[in-house]
């Protein structure tokens, strides 16, 4: 295979995945874990599934999480990362990224996709991946690659497709609107519309392109990562570090993808799960006739629709319904599998209350 000159994969891997404490933590973050039944860190697999379709590939990532990258993928070197200082915001990560690549090259086009995501179909990938490229090369406008939802989440963003474009090899969808997590009823809603798309987080453009549309929409952004880049190319890490926690904290969503007017979307057909929540877990593993689904020994009694974790330890469960139950060495986990996003409060709690110790 060829691969397409001026083309860079860029994977953004940092974060710590709150919604899935107490297994995901800094020092185990959601995208070091193998959660696909593979045995495969989350970045790894999404490294090895784009890395033949680009030109390069690289991991953008925090400063503080190289330690945790070297060891599971010992190959990097310093040309195949791109590091933030710290952690301020995907639209701080993704404007590095790619005024970084356009510093390299540029005509370079950046995709940006997910290291924590599970996905399956590796040729509607492919596809995909191929589409999003051609559309942004061909277009010089920013890409977001879709899916059509299959049932009324409300944890995922939402992407409302309007008009048809097309061009010589492709056919792509102007983007009307951004909606971030809705309520039930309108998610249903937007599961009978067919306008509208998960938002998968995976981005394509030409760098120029976006860093124009940061500069017109972000301009704190945009101002404060030349200096950053200024900086290190006097090899000034502690003056560019300076800079970069100076910057809001923002996602790209809202700073740059909802204001855009050149945003299109290519819509793609390959098996995708977040995995943002053990209840969206869960739903990756076999379940028994009850609906549950065991990690370890268990005893259920009378319990249905269950996600029980506890690996090493024997667990009994006795007349519940749709709970999860998360076990570690050091914390354990209790909650309706109904208010599984709510795990992030939890997060947020021990950090106000100093116990970091479970962090």
Known sequence: MTRPQHFFAVIPAGGSGSRLWPRSRRSSPKHLLPLSGTGKPLVLEAYERIAPLAAETLILTEASQLPLLSGLMPGLDSDDLIVEPAARGTTNAIGLAALTLLERDPDAVMLSLAADHV????????????????????????????????????????????????????????????????????????????????????????????????????????DGLIEVLRARRRGDEPRAEEFYRRLPNEAVDYTVMERTRRLLLVPAQFEWADVGSWSDFAGLLPADPQGNHVEGDSVLIDTAGSYVSAPGKLVAVIGLRDVIVVDTPDALLICPKGRAQEVKNVVQALGRDGLTEYL
């Open 119 to 222: 996905i399956k179909g590796a040729a509607a990938y492919r596809a995909a991946v191929r589409d999003a490229r051609r559309v942004a090369e061909a277009t010089g406008e920013l890409v977001a690659v879709g899916l059509q939802p299959t049932y009324p989440a409300t944890g995922f963003g939402y992407i409302e497709a309007g008009e048809e474009v097309k061009g010589g090899r492709w056919t792509a969808r102007r983007v009307d609107r951004f909606t971030e997590k809705p309520p039930h009823e309108q998610a249903t809603e937007y599961l009978a519309s067919g306008r509208h798309f998960w938002n998968l987080n995976m981005f394509c453009f030409r760098c120029q392109a976006f860093a124009e549309e940061l500069r017109q929409h972000g301009p704190e952004h945009y």
